[in-house]
């Protein structure tokens, strides 16, 4: 099968190509496992923080992409939740051990020996993959392989988010950063929730434009101050700035959730602004989010199928991950970027 993988890890400053186009041997389904046929994989900033070394695969090479849409072509012994043909997504959680203190309640995204599709295991860069039965999801009919594809991330982690702000009928949600995960996060939340009001916190003009159309109530620049206190806010970007300035538009007793698998060093000095009475005081909350639980997935989809969001995309052939990886990274983004896969 034809396969985009990473060998190393680089810099993408000094490496614009970091996927190779090779050849593998068709992957062959183990027990309780199915054999998917990819049609589409989402490309997401997480494959950025892989290839760069911030949350490095284990072993290499490995296949990228954890937002896979494609159809059941074979199953392995013991698979028998799925038929021939059968559309199924994969998303971030590949496997979790199924037995320990956080598998038992369904905070499998905490599971010690929780693997990541696409860093853990080969994922959805390529022709084909293998997965357990147990962790795919259903598409519903209403949306494209495409469309489809961007949901099993950014809307996962989205839904996951939101539900950890603990944000009640109405209350203020602040959302700082207002990529994928955030354009996700507002429609959920006004779908939701009819009498909340939502702050947005975006660098450019354009994304504060947008999060209005899309019904925030206001949007400012990331160091602007709300017009009110926030009972909770959303972080989904990369940097330390939006975090310590989101400490400081949040209530006594408000929750800051830190919606990101890594954060970049470049402007962690910020952090020295951190004023521990006007910041963290009256009971302020940090909270980070870590991965997902089939909950998160299998909730978000059910939502997005009701609503319907339907997601911008753009995509790309397989062969042209790397251009889609390089785009992203330079904040080149129109709509969410995919990949096709015949
Ligand atoms: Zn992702
Ligand atoms: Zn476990």
């Not at 919606?259 to 005081?281: G, M, S, T």
């Amino acid at each position: 099968m034809k396969a985009m993988v990473l060998n190393e890890i680089c810099s993408l400053e000094d490496n614009r190509t970091p996927l190779n186009l090779v050849n593998l041997p068709d992957p062959v389904p183990r027990a309780k496992e199915i054999l998917v046929k990819v049609s589409a994989c989402g490309v997401c900033h997480t494959e950025i923080d892989e290839i760069e070394g911030r949350t490095p695969p284990p072993r290499l090479p490995v296949v990228l992409g954890h937002q896979v849409v494609g159809k059941v072509k074979d199953t392995g012994v013991n698979a028998g939740k799925f038929s021939l043909g059968d559309r199924v997504g994969v998303a971030w959680i590949f496997s979790a051990c199924g037995n320990c203190n956080y598998c038992n309640v369904g905070k499998e995204n905490l599971c010690e020996k929780f693997k990541a599709t696409g860093r853990d295991a080969n994922g959805g860069y390529a022709q084909y993959m293998t997965v357990s039965e147990d962790f795919v999801f259903n598409i519903p009919d209403v949306f494209s392989d495409s469309e489809a594809a961007p949901l099993l991330c950014a809307g996962a982690i989205g839904f996951r988010s939101l539900n950890l702000t603990n944000i009640k009928e109405g209350q203020s949600l602040g959302l700082t950063g207002f990529g994928a995960s955030a354009h996700l996060v507002i429609k959920m939340a006004t779908y939701k929730y009819k009498h909340i009001k939502i702050f947005v916190f975006a660098r450019s003009e354009k994304e504060r434009e947008f999060a209005r159309e899309l019904g925030a109530t206001w949007a400012g620049d990331t160091e602007e101050k709300s017009p009110e206190k926030l009972d909770c806010i959303i972080d989904t970007t990369p940097a330390w700035k939006p975090v310590v300035e989101a400490l400081r538009n949040l209530k006594s007793g408000g929750r800051l959730v830190i919606n990101a698998i890594r954060k970049e060093e470049r402007d962690k000095a910020y952090l020295l602004q951190l004023d521990y009475p006007e910041h963290l005081w009256l009971e302020k909350e940090i909270k980070s989010v870590a991965n997902v639980a089939r909950k998160d997935v299998s909730g978000f989809i059910q939502i997005a199928a009701e609503i319907p969001i339907k997601p911008e995309i753009q995509t790309f052939p397989l062969e042209e991950a790397n251009t889609a990886l390089m785009e992203l990274k330079d904040r080149k983004i129109r709509g969410a970027k995919v990949l096709t896969i015949d």
